[in-house]
């Protein structure tokens, strides 16, 4: 069975410094991966896709397939980034047709 | 427009009791999703519903668990005989998705949380 594993449970970095929020995934086919986002006394969120390759509010995450990885970075930190934040996989292209498998989650902080 | 809502917000149940969660997706998705999030966890899922037709129950951790979505909107979730292990906030989603190589995003609602004391 597939897994997502996020090692960190909190990670807690100042204002202006880079940030790393580390995932790992054990599945044998080609999966794809998100990174979803819940602020404080918000619904949970689509950050971004492994697919799209795109950067949002400075966040980017790469996959290295070699190392089964999925790793959210961001040189920056800012305040507002304080937020808990899921790792998830689809076992199928498009990530809206299966259930989603998440990890136990980072929560972020970034102190001033 | 409207998210995806879900009602109670919040359910204390006595252990034994039965509960029904209730969550409207967004009009016109296709898909829909429950997930269990117990304390300091991820979302787990627990049930897929494309349409009114339940595709994946692969989830549900017990028979006493069981959804519907009669009519392709609105779904509910019901658990029986409550234990306290039930303890969890419930996550429903949806999405435009039918499958295949497009992007659909899940949309999540607010939960419920479900107290079983």
């Known amino acids: 069975a597939q897994r997502v594993t996020q090692p960190e449970k909190l990670l807690s970095v100042f204002k202006g410094a880079p940030v790393e929020l580390k995932c790992n995934y054990s599945?044998?086919?080609?999966?794809?991966l998100f990174w979803y986002v819940q602020y404080s006394r918000q619904r949970l969120q689509l950050l971004l896709r492994?697919?799209s390759r795109e950067s949002i509010k400075g966040f980017t995450a790469d996959l290295n397939k070699g190392e089964t990885s999925f790793h959210l970075k961001k040189p920056f930190a800012q305040e507002e980034d304080s937020a808990m934040y899921y790792c998830?996989?689809?076992?199928?292209?498009?990530?809206?047709?299966?259930?989603?498998?998440f990890g136990k989650g980072t929560h972020l902080i970034i102190q001033p | 427009g409207a998210g995806v809502s879900q009602s109670p917000r919040y359910k204390v149940a006595k252990r034994g009791q039965d509960v029904a969660l209730r969550c409207d997706p967004i009009?016109?998705?296709?898909?829909l999703f429950w997930y269990q999030q117990a304390l300091g966890q991820g979302p787990e899922f627990l049930t897929y519903?494309?349409?009114?037709?339940?595709?994946?129950k692969s989830g549900l951790p017990s028979d006493r668990f069981f959804a519907e979505r009669p009519e392709g909107s609105v779904s509910t979730l019901k658990i029986q005989r409550t234990q306290q292990e039930d303890s969890a906030v419930y996550l429903c989603?949806?999405?435009?998705?039918?499958?295949?190589?497009?992007?659909?995003?899940?949309?999540f609602g607010p939960g419920t949380r479900l107290t079983v004391l």
């Open positions: 989603a949806s999405s435009l998705a039918l499958g295949g190589a497009s992007y659909n995003e899940q949309f």
């Open positions: 599945y044998s086919g080609s999966p794809e």
């Open positions: 492994h697919i």
């Open positions: 998830a996989l689809s076992l199928y292209s498009g990530g809206g047709a299966d259930g989603l498998t």
């Open positions: 009009s016109g998705h296709v898909s």
């Open positions: 519903f494309q349409n009114e037709a339940q595709l994946d």
